[in-house]
């Protein structure tokens, strides 16, 4: 094995290159999805019986299918439309469908909004009846009962399933580099496989980029999750 290719500056620079789409694509799809699944979650959890209807549905399409079929769905497809491509340079938003990292960042946070609206309903569908009666008794509306007592406490409950979709959603930002020209840790590897012909070389590096932000994600959420559910760990005798 060849390892001083990797250590090369250009092949680093390429790396960095690489780390710095990645973590960009992971920061804005979970900001993005975040906000989209939270209103999922209310319309899931909501009265409006055709609302849950068409929420659910999107949420079952998202997770039945696989976010590489999604990618090439909105890049191949969706972005490649005439009717799109005739308002790329002057028409909003199609004008970002012509840029890939568009395509990608779209298809990432409509999937991780998918699997944390779920999540997120079932949070709050699971919170105490006795929390939800408490706040009723001290006169607060439906409104203030939702953003003050139940999503607080539903956001709280939820952090360590959402903290395997933030992983999940790291590894599958590798799939970033199935579109044209972008340059993701992924990417990078296979530029550096085409180049040099050291295919494991090139992928153990990667693998090892994604591992370490793996343990600094999962490092992350545990003190998270030390803080914010201090209350629901068992107590000592």
Known sequence: MEWSVIFEPDTLALYA??????????????????VLALAFALALTGPWAWLRWLVGSYTFVIRGTPLLIQVY????????????????DDVWPWTHFKEPFFCALLAFTLNT????????AGAIRE?????????????MSRWQVMTQVVLPSALRRTLPAYSNEVVMMLHGTSLASAVPAMMDITGAASRIYSDYYLPFEAYIAAAVLYLLA????????????KRLLAHLAPRRQ
């Open 17 to 34: 290159e690489g780390a710095v789409t990645t973590f960009q694509l992971l920061a804005l799809s979970l900001a993005a999805g975040g």
């Open 73 to 88: 769905l909105i890049y191949y497809g969706l972005a490649q439309l005439e009717w799109i491509q005739a308002r790329w």
């Open 113 to 120: 909004a998918g699997y944390t609206a779920e999540m997120l």
């Open 127 to 139: 919170t105490d009846a006795g929390e939800i009666e408490s706040a009723q008794a001290f006169g």
């Open 214 to 225: 793996t343990f600094c994600l999962i490092g992350l959420f545990r003190l998270a999750e």
